[in-house]
């Protein structure tokens, strides 16, 4: 079986697939159509060479992803056109006027923002407080940050529980798992169809829940060594030293993808079976989508191996939408 460099990541009602020098978002509308962007993308590890070294490859990929992610959700919602238009608040009209910059742009880098207050809020200071309460009943200072890495967690598992709960998320999970069958259906050297991709697993080692579940596991063991300070100090050498973790954990999770060890088919089971609650089996529809992003984003797979599984009969009905700026 082949390795692929190729990755995605559901969006709303449709999925993003990224190839090494592409990306491309399909999107079902409500018409039945299938609707899709396609635009290049850059890495800041191109212009600096240094980048690409182990560690910091991952921690320029972490931030890069986070970005990406939240922008691809955006252009989902365009794409699908939902008729509900979003409408700027006069802070944001404000901020755009004052910056000089696109309406678009400011509310994009307001999500980014807002989405990385509330994962800090969650899975930093939560942690953090709750492990205090505790600590005048550990003596071990290891012991205390060990517990709080164990409270973060539970935290994340309680969190991806209950989100998974939720209908309209659960349709997102769909098309997470049509993304992880194709991409199976690729590298297993199989042309592109949806009976082809229908038979594979909706999970995958290189998922990004399972390289959070990664990311979770690192900090514990990085954080249990840092000694105890007041609150304010805790909170922010974790995030200090997210980048690190992020980093050490993008390489666990790149080496386990390209290895079929049994050590390493070990160390990413719990992740695997994580990927139960944020993956769903989709429908035949769902899987046509993720193909078609696929396709899109692979363009030439030079350096893949042979290119004859990435050909498409041609039967899907799409629109071809411009990248948004």
Known sequence: MKKSTIGGQAVMEGVMMKAPNCMAIAVRRPDGSITVTKQTTVTVKDKYPILKLPVLRGMITFAETMVMGVKSLMTSAELFGDDEEYKPSKF???????????????????????????????????????????????????????LEGVIRLCIFLIYITLVSKMKDIRRVFEYHGAEHK???????????TVENARKYSTLHPRCGTAFLLIVMVISIVVFSFMGWQNIFIR?????????????????????????????????MYPGMMLQKLTTREPDD???????????????????????SAARSDGCFECRTAAASK
């Open 235 to 267: 909170v922010l050498t974790r995030l200090l030293l997210l980048p690190l973790v992020a980093g050490l954990s993008y390489e666990v999770t790149r080496f386990a993808g390209k290895s079929d060890a049994k050590f390493m088919r070990i160390v």
């Open 182 to 192: 194709t991409i199976h259906c690729y590298e297993h050297d199989e042309e592109l």
């Open 92 to 146: 944001e009209v404000f901020l755009a006027e004052k910056l000089g910059k696109n309406i678009e742009d400011v509310v994009l880098n307001m999500a980014l923002v807002l989405a990385v207050v509330f994962a800090v809020g969650l899975f930093v200071l939560l942690p953090a407080f709750l492990s205090g309460l505790i600590r005048p009943w550990i003596g071990s200072t290891v012991a205390a940050n060990f």
């Open 285 to 307: 529809q769902q899987l046509e989508v993720a193909i078609r992003a696929f396709l899109e984003a692979a363009g030439d797979l030079s350096g893949e191996g042979d290119n």
